[in-house]
């Protein structure tokens, strides 16, 4: 089980939103680039990033900070990528730039072909986000929401050969909650492919509840975002406690 440190660019600095609200955003960073090395440093094995700003512009914003970013980690840490992502060339220069996996959403959820032709042009490469609130998927930033049911859409693209699956409960993000257990469980059990739980991650008994709940069903990892920037989760400690449990050390 991987834990995934959350870098959410906003005006080009490392922020956290609550449920989604981009009217919520707190500041824990004026240097991404700087907490990208950081979190590298201890160790983390991918980072998520995400251009808050391109995801409601619809395209890139952040892009040359993301290139620093990119620089400052190398190739000691993965970056999977979201935000803004429309089109098959952003895709080729972010990968060519050294992303390892892109992450679409509303592109994927508003036009499937795109996210048919992704996985086929990208293979390995592409992941979907799927934002969700009461199992209905939300688009563009998370401020619109669609009638889309999350698991009817996750076999959809499951089919398209997607590498793996990000799954978020709006309602949980930001908010220190705790992982929505139930409804991440019942993605997991309806797909073959890998699964990423996202919202709400905040202490080590959090991380122990998703190792032994979620990971038997092919949960690979956990994104984790306020909790660290608060100091409610030691970065360290969580993924020592995720490897303990999945009888790594």
Sequence with gaps: ML?????????GRCV????????????????????ARHWSGLGARRLHIVDLNGAVAGRPKNHKLIGEMIRAVGETTPIELGGGIRDLDTIEN??????????????????????????????????????????????????????????DLAKKFED??????????????????????EATLRLAQAIRIPLIASGGLHSLDDVRTVCTALEPEGVIGAIAGRALYE???????????????????
């Design 160 to 181: 398209y050969g997607v590498e793996a699956l990000i799954y978020t409960d709006i309602g949980r993000d930001g908010m220190l909650g705790g992982i929505n257990v």
């Design 16 to 35: 956290r939103l609550q449920q989604g609200r981009m009217d919520t955003a707190t500041v824990f960073s004026e240097d991404p680039v700087e907490l």
């Design 231 to 249: 100091g409610q989760l030691d970065f360290a400690q969580a993924q020592a406690a995720a490897d303990k449990a999945a009888g790594r050390a």
């Design 94 to 151: 972010y990968l060519d730039a050294g992303v390892s996996y892109i992450i679409i959403g509303t592109a994927a959820v508003k036009n499937p072909g795109f996210a048919h032709d992704a996985c086929y042009a990208f293979p390995g490469h592409i992941i979907v986000g799927l934002d969700a609130r009461d199992g209905k998927v939300a688009v563009e930033g998370w401020s619109k929401m669609t009638g889309h049911d999350v698991v």
């Design 3 to 11: 834990i995934i440190p959350a870098i959410d660019l906003k005006d």
